[in-house]
């Protein structure tokens, strides 16, 4: 087994394992997942972000929380520091929340998630329900670390931000699944985790999903994160995805209506649509160019138009997803390799070309495990 300590500098990540003389991690289930250390002649600072990995694989992302510098002179001769996983990114104040009878644990700990995401790499999608509110909860002036942790602690679950694998698309990358009949609905739901950069060899039709044969294409502008589709002609969604932060999107065609959900939340309605066909294109038109510039997370097609509850509860829990009529579910966290597993038991595994694999954070809720 092998270590490496790295610090992010603002443009790269700096190994500092050669410096580290001593190292703990602490994992804790509904808290703050904690790494201390010691380097000798080499520093880090508050705000840095740190990363521990093992043979290759990240089992630490999160932010230097604390330092204990001693100097010899001017130099710095040794650094001890504290560092915590992303949840104290959610150490600050909530100015009010009001959520009411029925609202499920995975709700309450999905919306303060979102709290973040702009500042933390999250994909909120390892999200289980857990029980109901049986009264009205009214927060003022808490920290929303706080409830998180208090939500957890009071039905048994495990809260944490796990090191997430991802396939990142950098215009050379696509996935390909061939044809077969699961994958050529009549009516349909894509869904899937996504983090749109800027750039992108297609332009303004940079492709997100492509059909052999351009049977039905969905899009988005390198420049401007326009979302748009095509059924015969480019159709605008009108709606522009934030640039760097994933979100959950989904696409669904019941006939004659094309519908898109962003985060659990329709955005916008535009007539249109038609059935699928062809070999499925993830990040790339089926003629290999117009490729998108950005990263995937879990990846999901539904031989069915989920409802807006439904597309909500897959969204907050992509790693347990409904299976009725799941045509492939491709979690796109293999971290190495040219495969994407289909995990539906449909076999639609994808091939990857020339994969590129990156970290971001899972927020995992979910019921602890007693042996």
Same mark, same amino acid.
């Given at each position: 087994?092998?270590?490496?300590?790295?610090?992010?500098?603002g443009?790269?990540?700096?190994?500092?394992?050669?410096s580290?003389?001593?190292?703990?991690?602490?994992?804790?289930?509904?808290?703050?997942?904690?790494?201390?250390?010691?380097?000798? #002649?080499?520093?880090?600072?508050?705000?840095?972000?740190?990363?521990?990995?093992e043979d290759?694989?990240?089992?630490?992302?999160?932010v230097?929380?604390?330092?204990?510098?001693?100097?010899?002179?001017?130099?710095?001769?040794?650094?001890?520091?504290?560092?915590?996983?992303?949840?104290? #990114?959610?150490?600050?104040?909530?100015?009010?929340?009001?959520?009411?009878?029925?609202?499920k644990?995975?709700?309450i700990?999905?919306?303060?998630?979102?709290?973040?995401?702009?500042?933390?790499?999250?994909?909120?999608?390892?999200?289980?329900?857990?029980?109901?509110?049986?009264?009205p909860?009214?927060i003022q002036?808490?920290?929303?670390?706080?409830v998180? #942790?208090?939500?957890?602690?009071?039905?048994?679950?495990?809260?944490?931000?796990? *090191?997430? *694998?991802?396939?990142?698309?950098?215009? %050379?990358?696509?996935?390909?699944?061939?044809?077969?009949s699961?994958?050529?609905?009549s009516n349909?739901?894509?869904?899937?985790?996504?983090r749109?950069?800027s750039g992108?060899?297609?332009?303004?039709?940079?492709?997100?999903?492509?059909?052999?044969?351009?049977?039905?294409?969905?899009a988005?502008?390198?420049?401007?994160?326009?979302?748009?589709?095509?059924d015969?002609?480019?159709?605008?969604?009108?709606?522009?995805?934030?640039?760097?932060?994933?979100?959950?999107?989904?696409?669904?065609?019941?006939?004659?209506e094309?519908?898109l959900?962003?985060?659990?939340e329709l955005k916008?309605?535009?007539?249109?649509?038609?059935?699928?066909?062809g070999? %499925?294109?993830?990040?790339? %038109?089926?003629?290999?160019?117009e490729?998108?510039?950005g990263?995937?997370?879990?990846?999901?097609?539904?031989?069915?138009?989920?409802?807006?509850?439904?597309?909500?509860?897959v969204?907050?829990?992509?790693?347990?997803?409904?299976?009725?009529?799941?045509?492939?579910?491709?979690?796109?966290?293999?971290?190495?390799?040219?495969?994407?597993?289909? #995990?539906?038991?449909?076999g639609?595994?994808?091939?990857i070309h020339?994969?590129?694999?990156?970290?971001?954070?899972?927020?995992?809720?979910?019921?602890?495990?007693?042996?």
């Amino acid at each position: 087994m092998t270590l490496a300590l790295e610090v992010w500098d603002g443009s790269n990540w700096i190994d500092k394992t050669g410096s580290c003389v001593s190292l703990r991690r602490h994992i804790r289930s509904n808290g703050l997942e904690e790494l201390d250390g010691e380097l000798v #002649k080499d520093l880090v600072s508050v705000g840095q972000e740190i990363r521990l990995k093992e043979d290759d694989r990240t089992i630490f992302m999160g932010v230097v929380y604390e330092v204990d510098r001693r100097h010899r002179g001017r130099d710095v001769e040794r650094c001890g520091f504290k560092a915590y996983d992303y949840l104290i #990114k959610y150490d600050r104040h909530v100015v009010y929340r009001l959520y009411q009878t029925g609202t499920k644990a995975g709700e309450i700990i999905w919306d303060l998630g979102k709290l973040a995401k702009d500042e933390v790499p999250v994909i909120l999608g390892g999200i289980e329900d857990g029980d109901s509110l049986l009264s009205p909860w009214e927060i003022q002036n808490e920290k929303a670390l706080d409830v998180m #942790k208090s939500v957890a602690r009071g039905i048994n679950y495990w809260l944490r931000m796990k *090191p997430y *694998p991802h396939l990142s698309m950098n215009c %050379q990358s696509y996935v390909r699944i061939p044809e077969s009949s699961s994958i050529n609905p009549s009516n349909f739901t894509y869904l899937w985790w996504f983090r749109h950069r800027s750039g992108g060899s297609g332009g303004g039709y940079s492709r997100i999903f492509g059909r052999g044969g351009f049977r039905f294409e969905v899009a988005i502008d390198a420049e401007t994160s326009e979302l748009k589709f095509y059924d015969g002609s480019w159709k605008s969604f009108n709606y522009f995805l934030p640039f760097n932060v994933w979100h959950c999107l989904a696409i669904t065609y019941d006939g004659s209506e094309v519908k898109l959900y962003v985060d659990g939340e329709l955005k916008r309605v535009v007539s249109g649509g038609r059935a699928l066909s062809g070999d %499925q294109y993830i990040g790339s %038109q089926y003629l290999g160019g117009e490729r998108v510039k950005g990263d995937y997370g879990a990846t999901l097609l539904y031989g069915d138009v989920l409802d807006d509850s439904e597309i909500r509860q897959v969204c907050r829990n992509v790693m347990n997803p409904i299976t009725d009529n799941l045509a492939f579910w491709l979690p796109m966290n293999e971290g190495e390799g040219s495969i994407a597993h289909d #995990k539906s038991g449909n076999g639609n595994d994808g091939e990857i070309h020339n994969p590129l694999w990156d970290y971001s954070i899972l927020l995992e809720f979910k019921p602890k495990v007693i042996a």
